[in-house]
């Protein structure tokens, strides 16, 4: 008999390169180079059988059911394979929203991957690929997890690294969100011409931690820093730090993830962003493909 339910992790990712490039296509996106990582911070989901589709989430995000990315992803997956829309989705929600992280992509890409263990179905079947992205373009580095390059608007692989093992990361984010979409139309005010992403792509080869934290870049900061100013705060905060390697900005932010020395240097980091300044912070580690399945 076929399983009928299915608990999975969500993870939240880290843009290590994040290059923007000015201009827009005829779609209205940019051309973007991102290279991200799977850190161990997880929304947790669970998928179950039912008579029709529905979601709930453990915090109001403000959205309409219908319009939830992992609702969209769900419907969107069974329409694609002929399959009945008749499944209950529970969402822990725990990576936090307006943070740069991919929590609302991970949460798609997860039910996609819930629905085909489900099915049977490999999640890299093009038509799985093709429902990723279109939901979001950071969906489909969530298929697979590990250390990822993606270019075109974000949203197609273009290379894969080994998983970068065990690296001691502090996330701190202040309670300022930032919007994607504010964030991209500040850059498009002044724009940066951003690096080839190859100093990137060589540490991940490489799975050289030091080399990452060196290499670390995102031409997108300075646009969140403008409609945050709190974001430039925190990042010269964790630099500061004793045992920060070193910080940046993920994503459109507001959260400022920081390489650290060891596990106990980010743990401590983390205490003292939430105990000193009030910011929401998490200690964390890479982690990459099979992370999702509990």
């Not at 694609?80 to 609302?104: C, D, L, T, W």
């Not at 309670?175 to 504010?182: F, I, N």
Request: charge should be negative; aromatic fraction near 6%.
């Amino acid at each position: 008999m076929a399983a009928s339910r299915i608990e999975l992790l969500a993870p939240a990712k880290l843009n290590v390169h994040l290059g923007i490039h000015p201009g827009r296509d005829e779609r209205g996106y940019h051309k973007a180079d991102s290279v991200m990582v799977g850190v161990a911070l997880a929304d947790r989901m669970i998928i179950q059988s039912a008579d029709e589709l529905s979601l709930t989430m453990s915090v109001d995000c403000g959205v309409p059911q219908e319009r939830n990315t992992v609702f969209r992803a769900a419907r969107a997956l069974c329409q694609a394979f002929g399959r009945p829309e008749g499944y209950a989705i529970h969402v822990q929600k725990n990576v936090p929203s307006q943070a740069g992280m991919g929590g609302a992509s991970s949460d798609a890409a997860s039910v996609l991957l819930g629905l085909c263990t489900l099915w049977d179905q490999d999640p890299l079947d093009e038509r799985v690929v093709a429902v990723a992205r279109g939901v979001g373009a950071d969906v489909p580095f969530f298929l697979t997890l590990n250390p990822a390059l993606l270019t075109g608007a974000g949203d197609v692989l273009a290379e894969e690294f080994p998983v970068l093992p065990d690296v001691p990361i502090a996330l701190v984010r202040p309670d300022a969100g930032v919007s994607t979409v504010e964030a991209y139309r500040a850059f498009d005010e002044d724009p940066i011409e951003p690096p080839s992403p190859e100093a990137m792509c060589a540490a991940l080869r490489a799975s050289d931690a030091t080399a990452v934290a060196a290499a670390l870049y995102n031409n997108l900061e300075p646009a969140a820093n403008r409609l945050a100013p709190v974001t430039a705060e925190v990042r010269a905060w964790l630099e500061a730090q004793a045992g920060v390697v070193a910080a940046q900005l993920t994503g459109s932010g507001s959260c400022v993830f920081a390489f650290c020395e060891s596990h106990e240097a980010a743990a401590r980091v983390a205490k003292d962003a939430q105990e000193t300044r009030k910011w929401w912070s998490c200690a964390t580690t890479t982690v990459g493909v099979g992370y999702q399945f509990c």
